[in-house]
């Protein structure tokens, strides 16, 4: 089954958001395997915006990524990668459409609320990142699985 990683980003903690993001996600059938509130340091953050160094938002995004507690958490299911994108919208609140998270709920590229990996390869490697191997807790039962996925493994 397809993993994904998810940041609820600063404005999204402090906003109060964080509960309204993981119930869209969650309600959409994605299963929750890793979950946790944590401070992200320079360090960290630049290795997660490593392919955008060098860009002109880059600093003020490390920045912004850094500036308060964020949410990180791992989704599985089907194409989750695409699933959670789709749930996400585009990366510019306002070209976001209605009944996106960002759509919804943010205006500025710089305020965008939510990352989640943009491929099964930064998904990898993002998990890794934040969770490491051993506090991915993928194994556990969803009993409701069955009238969620058409085929329970
Ligand atoms: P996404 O988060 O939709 O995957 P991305 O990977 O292209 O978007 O960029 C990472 C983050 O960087 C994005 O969520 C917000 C910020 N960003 C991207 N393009 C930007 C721009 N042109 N100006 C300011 N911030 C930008
Ligand atoms: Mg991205």
Redesign the pocket.
């Given at each position: 089954m397809e993993q994904t990683l998810v940041i609820i980003k600063p404005d999204g903690v402090q906003r109060g958001l964080v509960g309204d993001i993981i119930g869209r996600l969650e309600r959409r059938g994605l299963k929750i395997v890793a979950l946790e509130l944590r401070q992200m340091d320079r360090s960290l953050a630049e290795r997660h915006?490593g392919?955008?160094q060098g860009?002109?938002?880059y600093a003020?995004?490390v920045d912004y990524i850094v500036s308060g507690p964020v949410v990180t958490m791992v989704l599985e299911g089907p194409r989750a990668v695409e699933a959670t994108r789709a749930t996400?919208g585009?990366?510019r609140p306002v070209e976001s459409a209605p009944g996106t998270i960002r759509g919804d709920l943010g205006l500025e590229?710089?305020r965008?609320l939510i990352?989640?990996s943009?491929s099964t390869e930064s998904a990898a490697r993002e998990v890794a990142l934040f969770f490491g191997g051993e506090r991915v807790h993928s194994g556990w039962r969803r009993d409701v699985d069955r009238w969620v996925l058409e085929i329970v493994s």
């Open positions: 915006y392919e955008h860009k002109p938002f003020g995004l996400i585009a990366t590229v710089g965008n990352h989640g943009d």
